[in-house]
């Protein structure tokens, strides 16, 4: 696909309802539905590295912890916590390291979304513009978290615990790719997908109150940024291409007209003007000024034609 009819995944929509009507008729008319269903999901995954290697890493997280004591599954998981404290210490070791791990037993719900949901996200953004969605989530929202509790501990509104705490796993980067994917929908279902999961997670907060809840939120809120700033960006792409391909055919035509030959024939330059040697006559066919008299060649028929004797 070139450039000129390159269009940014922001701008690719789908209908929910036309999809499922669609696949609706595609499983009636298909004679192997369930073994084609099976094809299409792993052709799926075969496009979607990112998720697979995010999900294959926190199974082997998972059983890392599985194999450990308890003393040291708990040393591993505080030391990769984005707590006030490993913040203070370490952020970028503890940023890019609670990514990865999950706390409370095996990441069944984390695993499940990421080979669904995070899927089908990976395949209509791309792998690179997945992670970066992600990323943005989950650096984005640990670091809001983090100063909300360190504003708190200073004014004594929550207990110094707090700032020890363990805090690991996907989930902020995964709610903020739950809030771009908004703008994969047209139509109603973009604004029922972003209500439906706004009241989700105010439901959380309002419910737990944890400073993970408000997290999440969090993640909610830069995954709508994100999405709609991408969006404005991909709008205003395609709009330079456009004005750009539209002077280019402006200039083409203007400049077949100036090579269109004039009625001497002569071609105009650059400048619109007509060559001299065009103007004068040089360069065309020569018209001879005297035409030969054939009569004049019989001397005879010519002096009875005037009468000379």
């Known amino acids: ?21 669609a696949f609706r008729v595609w499983w009636e008319d298909e004679p192997h539905p369930l073994r084609r269903a099976v094809q299409a999901y792993r052709d799926l995954l075969a496009v979607t590295p990112a998720c697979i290697a995010y999900a294959f890493t926190l199974f082997i997280t998972w059983w890392t912890l599985r194999g450990a004591s308890d003393i040291v599954g708990r040393r591993l998981i505080f030391s990769a916590s984005t707590n ?15 990514a990865f ?28 513009r997945w992670i970066l969605v992600v990323a943005i989530g989950h650096v984005g929202a640990t670091l809001i978290t983090v100063l909300g509790i360190s504003h708190k501990i200073d004014k004594h509104l929550i207990p110094t615990r707090v700032a020890f705490a363990s805090d690991v796993g996907p989930s902020y980067g995964i709610s903020a790719m739950l809030a771009a994917l908004t703008f994969r929908l047209r139509g109603p279902a973009r604004w029922l997908w972003a209500l439906g999961v706004l009241s989700w997670y105010a439901y959380g907060v309002y419910h737990g109150r944890t400073f993970t809840d408000y997290g999440h939120f969090f993640a909610l809120l830069i995954g709508f940024t994100v999405g709609a700033i991408a969006l404005a960006l991909a709008h205003r ?26 009625s001497a024939g002569a071609v105009p330059d650059s400048a619109g003007a007509v060559p001299d040697s065009a ?21 005879r028929r010519d002096r009875a034609e005037h009468g000379h004797h």
């Open 101 to 128: 791990w999950t706390d409370g037993g095996f990441p069944w719900g984390d695993i499940l979304i990421l080979v669904t949901l995070m899927a089908l996200a990976e395949r209509w953004l791309g792998s690179l």
């Open 1 to 21: 696909m070139g450039l000129g009819t390159y269009q940014p995944p922001w701008l690719r929509t789908v209908d929910p309802l036309a999809e499922m009507r």
């Open 237 to 262: 792409l395609v709009a330079v291409r456009e004005r750009k391909a539209a002077a280019h055919s402006a200039a083409a035509v203007a400049h077949s007209a100036e090579a269109v030959p004039d």
């Open 84 to 98: 006030l404290r490993n913040m203070q210490k370490d952020p970028i070791q503890v940023l890019v390291a609670s």
């Open 279 to 299: 103007r004068h006559g040089v360069g065309t066919p020569t018209v001879a000024l005297d035409e030969p008299d054939g009569g004049l060649d019989d001397a």
